[in-house]
């Protein structure tokens, strides 16, 4: 594959494995509300048991931080489809955050840093991650350089 056709993989990559962390965040998230009002009655009897206001809470906060998690993917996945210039930032950004959600986050984050470490570099040249190529050598110094590989080769 080229470099374009692994940038255009892992945009769309990226914005469905946001699609379904969202998905399957919002589901886990209404089924603990669900659960914590049907067993809210059993809860209040109970006296060693947190109060509900305060599971409620951390469930919220916990679906909020989760979900928060995918925004860079999104973000990455939009950048690399319209091949805007931040795109790689986003995406090594966007690649971390993946990695630690074992095994469907870590097997994409992993690509993505494949992808931007390797034949990525080619697309996101003005990028300021990348490092700027050497100088061009000039013609006295190019001279030099050749008069040694001369007394180099002579020697062996």
């Known amino acids: 594959m080229t470099p374009e056709e692994h940038n255009k993989t892992l945009g769309i990559l990226h914005i469905v494995y946001a699609a379904l962390h969202t998905l399957l ?4 998230f209404g089924l603990m509300i669900f659960f914590l ?3 809210g009655d059993e809860l209040r009897n109970q006296p060693d048991t947190p109060p509900e206001a305060f599971l ?12 928060l998690l995918t925004v860079p993917s999104y973000v990455a996945g939009y950048a690399m489809l319209k091949r805007k210039p ?18 469907f986050g870590t097997a994409l984050g992993i690509y993505a840093l494949w992808f931007l470490f390797g034949k ?8 300021a991650l990348t490092p700027d190529p050497r100088p061009p050598l000039n013609a006295a110094r190019a001279g030099r ?6 007394e180099a080769a002579e020697l062996l």
């Open 56 to 67: 409620v809470t951390f469930v919220i906060v916990g679906g909020l931080f989760a979900l």
């Open 145 to 150: 350089i050749e008069h040694h590989r001369l």
């Open 25 to 28: 965040m919002l589901g886990v």
């Open 86 to 103: 931040w795109g790689r930032v986003a995406t090594l950004v966007a690649a971390i955050v993946e990695v630690l959600n074992v095994p």
């Open 37 to 39: 009002r049907v067993a």
């Open 120 to 127: 990525g570099q080619v697309l996101y040249q003005g990028d």
